[in-house]
């Protein structure tokens, strides 16, 4: 199957700082790409869809401003979380799916576990 | 709306049993896909099975199975001979064609296999 990689896994950071999570696909184009956050023992939330060029959607209640997310390549996208803060730590996912028509299976990275101290 | 219910949040089975994990969901739409995605410990999401709304006959993969009541709006996962590395959080989920691919969630079933 298609193999999608995040980067960094795991990261700790202090409050007030930004931090960027990569997510690649390494041996496809991912027309689209997907954030997701989970909390510990919970199910996971999507945040935002980005297609490569274009802005990213985002799901209602979550800031764009404070969740920025760039899909400037086919095998690309980064979230930014500015100014984060304790309560944005949690575990982010991201996804990525292939092809512009009917329906396109998505692969999961890996995951990013995100602290802020 | 487009929502995934899961009613059991935690289950346990002696390695080799059968087990079945519920799913019920409520869409208005007739053209989606219903899956069933296994974390394990890692944190890592994977796809165990998927089925097509349109199709009537029940998707396998293997040991795992599903009973697919489209009237009903039930999607139940079935392993048999279940194994110690099944013990995973299990997500049944749903996405409707033309609604940009989102993936809704359901809150997900711990399941334990026991030694």
């Known amino acids: 199957g298609a193999v999608v990689s995040q980067h960094p896994s795991r990261v700790i950071c202090k409050s007030g700082t930004s931090v960027k999570i990569e997510c690649r696909s390494l041996d496809f184009q991912a027309t689209t790409m997907f954030w997701y956050r989970q909390f510990p023992k919970q199910s996971l939330m999507l945040m935002a869809t980005?297609?490569?060029?274009?802005?990213?959607?985002?799901e209602q209640g979550v800031e764009k401003d404070k969740f920025l997310i760039n899909h400037a390549s086919l095998t690309l996208s980064t979230l930014t979380v500015t100014s984060a803060h304790p309560e944005d730590s949690s575990f982010y996912i991201c996804?990525?799916?292939?092809?512009?028509?009917?329906?396109?299976?998505?692969?999961f990275g890996p995951g990013t576990r995100l602290t802020v101290l | 709306a487009q929502t995934v219910t899961q009613s059991q949040p935690e289950m346990s089975v002696q390695e080799a049993e059968t087990v079945t994990l519920s799913c019920t969901y409520d869409t208005s739409e007739n053209n989606y896909y219903l899956f069933w995605y296994k974390q394990p410990p890692s944190r890592q999401m994977i796809l165990v099975i998927r089925?097509?709304?349109?199709?009537?006959q029940n998707a396998t993969e293997n040991r795992f199975s599903v009973n697919f009541q489209k009237a009903a709006k039930s999607f139940s996962l079935k392993i048999s001979d279940s194994q110690l590395g099944d013990t995973a959080m299990y997500f049944c989920?749903?996405?409707?064609?033309?609604?940009?691919?989102?993936?809704?969630f359901g809150k997900g079933t711990r399941l334990h296999i026991l030694p």
């Open positions: 089925q097509e709304a349109y199709k009537q």
């Open positions: 996804s990525a799916s292939i092809g512009a028509s009917g329906y396109n299976e998505q692969f």
């Open positions: 989920a749903s996405l409707i064609m033309n609604r940009d691919d989102k993936i809704i």
């Open positions: 980005s297609n490569e060029g274009s802005k990213a959607t985002y």
